[in-house]
């Protein structure tokens, strides 16, 4: 099976969807944590700054990253996995072929 020429079962793509809306959710609120604590120790305008530069960074990760097609769904999954915002447990009931390729390519 190709990457790109997966075929989704109705089942795999609800399993799909809420494994990404997880992962999402994870990195989200991490990220609000870091924003949280990152703000709390602003002193000067060269901190907010700084801030204001990384959030500008990781908008462009993030929106790059949660990319929702299916024709690349398995390597968002492997990236999410290797990242850790996706557990293995969370895409149980995906094919074993789809479940080999994420894990091979988390691997990498």
């Known amino acids: 099976m190709q990457v790109s020429e997966a075929e989704w079962t109705d089942t795999e ?5 809420t494994a990404f809306d997880q992962a999402y959710a994870r990195e989200i609120e991490a990220l609000l944590k870091q924003v949280r604590d990152e703000a709390s120790t ?3 305008l ?3 700054w700084r801030l204001h530069d990384f959030l500008s960074a990781k908008r462009y990760q ?3 990253k949660y990319d929702y097609q ?3 769904l398995l390597f968002v999954f492997a ?13 149980e009931g995906l094919s074993t072929d789809k479940l080999a390729k994420i894990n091979s390519l988390a691997s990498m």
């Open 13 to 17: 793509k609800i399993i799909a969807r």
């Open 42 to 44: 602003i002193v000067e």
């Open 46 to 48: 060269s901190d907010l």
């Open 62 to 64: 993030v929106e790059g």
């Open 70 to 72: 299916y024709s690349g």
């Open 79 to 91: 990236g999410l996995v290797k990242e850790g915002w996706l557990h293995p447990t969370d895409l």
